[in-house]
C-alpha cells in the first residue's frame, strides 16, 4: 500500500503561481512514477504533468507546457508542482497520484494505483 497526500492548493490571481506538493509513504520502494491530475467542475479528470521516479523522464500536458514544472525529492518521497503564469481555466482540484506498475505507462488515470484526495487551485480573473 502506498499512502498518498496533497498540500499547496489555494486561491491566487491570474499571473500568479502556487506550488504543490505531493507526499507519498508507505512501499515507496514500489513507485514506478508519480503524476498530477486535475478535474474541474462538469470535467473529467485530466492529466497535467508526471515525472518516473528513477528515469526521471517528464511529461506534460499541452495545456500546461511553459507554465508548470513538475520535479521530485526522492529522499524525501515527495514530488512537486510548481505553477505559473496560472490562468482561470487552471482552476481544479488537483490530484496527485502514483503508479507502481513498472510496465504500465503514466498519462492516462487508469495507470494509476494510489490517488491522494485532492487539493483545491483557484484562479481569480
Known amino acids: 500500500q502506498v499512502q498518498v497526500a496533497e498540500s499547496g492548493g489555494g486561491l491566487v490571481q491570474t499571473g500568479g503561481s502556487l506550488r504543490l506538493s505531493c507526499a507519498a509513504s508507505?512501499?515507496?520502494?514500489?513507485?514506478?512514477?508519480m503524476g498530477w491530475f486535475r478535474q474541474a467542475p462538469g470535467k473529467e479528470r485530466q492529466f497535467v504533468a508526471a515525472?518516473?521516479?528513477?528515469?526521471?523522464?517528464?511529461s506534460y500536458a499541452d495545456s500546461v507546457k511553459g507554465r508548470f514544472t513538475i520535479s521530485r525529492d526522492n529522499a524525501k518521497n515527495t514530488v512537486y508542482l510548481q505553477m505559473d503564469s496560472l490562468k482561470p481555466e487552471d482552476t481544479a482540484v488537483y490530484y496527485c497520484?502514483?503508479?507502481?506498475?513498472?510496465?504500465?505507462?503514466?498519462?492516462?488515470?487508469?495507470?494509476?494505483?494510489?490517488w491522494g484526495q485532492g487539493t483545491q487551485v483557484t484562479v481569480s480573473s
Open positions: 497520484a502514483v503508479v507502481t506498475n513498472y510496465f504500465s505507462g503514466y498519462l492516462r488515470d487508469v495507470d494509476y494505483d494510489y
Open positions: 508507505g512501499r515507496t520502494l514500489s513507485t514506478y512514477a
Open positions: 515525472i518516473t521516479w528513477r528515469g526521471r523522464r517528464l
